[in-house]
């Protein structure tokens, strides 16, 4: 086997472990899904050795643990007539980026506060043939404030690393009524419930039940935690940028 083959013997493999991962999970996917994944996860992986786009660790544990995770959603029924989203705070493109190669039908909108991370979603969008992607440089706080991002998506998503009341007010101004939020979270969820439904009330969204999304053969507590945007988000909220995190709502 000379080196060019040896190559694509190396991507078939990849693609067959990317596979045989979102069918042990039990996610849905198109037949051309794993060579995208594939491609998205050598540039991450070659990216992040000078852009710290995501914590290092071992290959299959980054596979799970971003790729894998994000698109357990496809399981739930949580994007079920969903034709819009918006990922808030991006950062590498989880649960965006992923979801976008996995739901060509829909329309994605990647929103980062930094411009490096939405370089990187760039250059994977082209070299995966991403349709239907549009990246965006804002704060969340700000986004929220444009006309053209205000309360305009069916869903709002988030994998951020933050409390749920924060997650709330970053989230819930971008979604149209009748749409929902969804935040990908951990054990920490139960203690951070309450404050989230008092934040979600003042935004004009009410806290659903959580559904589980464990990984098979991983001993993780992930969840996602719906909010049901049920009447406009006042014009108050977002408060200006900072003051989520300083003062979250709910407390």
Same mark, same amino acid.
């Given at each position: 086997m000379n080196a060019a083959e040896d190559t694509e013997q190396g991507k078939r493999m990849d693609r067959r472990i990317i596979a045989d991962r979102l069918e042990a999970n039990g996610i849905p996917f198109l037949p051309e899904l794993p060579e995208k994944l594939?491609?998205?996860? !050598?540039?991450?992986?070659?990216?992040? =050795? !000078?852009?710290d786009l995501v914590a290092e660790a071992e290959e299959g544990e980054?596979?799970?643990?971003h790729l894998t995770d994000s698109l357990t959603v496809l399981k739930t029924g949580l994007l079920s007539g969903a034709e819009t989203l918006i990922d808030v705070g991006t950062g590498a493109g989880f649960p965006g980026?992923?979801?976008?190669?996995?739901?060509?039908?829909?329309?994605?909108?990647?929103?980062? !506060? #930094? #411009? =490096?991370?939405?370089?990187?979603? #760039?250059? @994977?969008?082209?070299?995966?043939?991403?349709?239907?992607?549009?990246?965006?440089?804002?704060?969340?706080?700000? $986004?929220?404030?444009?006309? *053209?991002?205000?309360e305009r998506f069916d869903r709002a998503a988030a994998r951020a690393v933050a409390p749920l009341n924060v997650?709330?007010?970053?989230?819930?101004?971008?979604?149209?009524?009748?749409?929902?939020?969804l935040c990908w979270k951990?054990?920490?969820?139960? #203690? *951070?419930?309450?404050?989230?439904?008092?934040?979600?009330?003042?935004?004009?969204?009410?806290?659903?039940?959580? @559904?589980?999304?464990? @990984?098979? $053969?991983?001993?993780?507590?992930?969840?996602i935690q719906p909010a049901a945007k049920t009447a406009g988000t006042p014009?108050?909220?977002?408060? =200006?940028?900072?003051t989520p995190r300083a003062k979250p709502l709910g407390e």
């Open positions: 594939e491609i998205y996860f !050598s540039l991450l992986t070659e990216w992040n =050795k !000078s852009m980054l596979l799970d643990r980026m992923a979801l976008a190669l996995a739901c060509p039908e829909m329309r994605f909108t990647l929103l980062d !506060s #930094q #411009q =490096k991370r939405l370089t990187f979603l #760039q250059a @994977v969008a082209e070299r995966t043939g991403a349709k239907g992607v549009r990246l965006v440089h804002a704060r969340a706080e700000d $986004g929220a404030r444009m006309p *053209e991002l205000r997650l709330c007010e970053y989230l819930l101004p971008y979604v149209k009524v009748g749409g929902l939020m951990g054990p920490a969820l139960e #203690q *951070e419930r309450e404050a989230g439904r008092k934040a979600a009330f003042l935004l004009g969204g009410r806290l659903e039940e959580p @559904v589980k999304t464990p @990984v098979a $053969g991983r001993d993780w507590e992930h969840v014009r108050l909220y977002p408060r =200006k940028a900072g």
